[in-house]
C-alpha cells in the first residue's frame, strides 16, 4: 500500500469503526505507543490532562466514547487533507441532517497507523461539555 492508500484507508477504516462502535477494529489502526489528545479525555476520565498514552489506556478511553455518544455526534464530513503523513479533516456544524458537535481531527500516521491524534472542538462541542450534555 503506497502512503496515499495508507492515508485514505485510515480515514475510511476510523469512521467505519466509529459508527459500528468496533472497538477492535478501531485499536487496529493505532500504534503501540499511540497518543491520543481531546478535551473529551478530561471530560469522561475525569482527569486534568487531556491525553491518553499507550494502545491499552486508548482502548478504555474509546470504548467509554463509544459509549457515551450523544446524538449530535454524527459524522457528517465531506474528505480529508494529508501532506502524505498528517491526516486531516472536519465534521463542520452544519451538516445535511441539522447542526452537529463541530470537531477537527488531526492524525499523524506513522508505518500505515495512527502515532497521535487529536480532536479539535468547536463551539457547539465545547458548549455541550460546558453545559453537562455530553454524557459521561
Known amino acids: 500500500m503506497t502512503t496515499a492508500e495508507q492515508i485514505e484507508h485510515i480515514f475510511t477504516a476510523w469512521d467505519d469503526a ?35 498514552r499507550g494502545r491499552e489506556n486508548l482502548r478504555r478511553f474509546v470504548e467509554k466514547v463509544f459509549a457515551n455518544q450523544p446524538a449530535e455526534r454524527r459524522r457528517h464530513r465531506a474528505g480529508f487533507l494529508s501532506d502524505g503523513s498528517r491526516l486531516t479533516w472536519e465534521y463542520p456544524r452544519e451538516s445535511p441532517d441539522g447542526d452537529q458537535m463541530d470537531i477537527v481531527e488531526v492524525m499523524e500516521i506513522r508505518d500505515g497507523l495512527i502515532a497521535h491524534h487529536r480532536v479539535y472542538w468547536g463551539w457547539v462541542g465545547v458548549g455541550m461539555l460546558l453545559g453537562g450534555e455530553h454524557p459521561r
Not at 31 to 44: F, W
Open 18 to 52: 466509529l459508527g459500528a462502535k468496533d472497538l477492535d477494529a478501531a485499536m487496529a489502526l493505532y500504534q503501540p505507543d499511540a497518543t491520543l489528545e481531546s478535551p473529551l479525555v478530561c471530560h469522561l476520565l475525569g482527569t486534568t490532562e487531556g491525553v491518553v
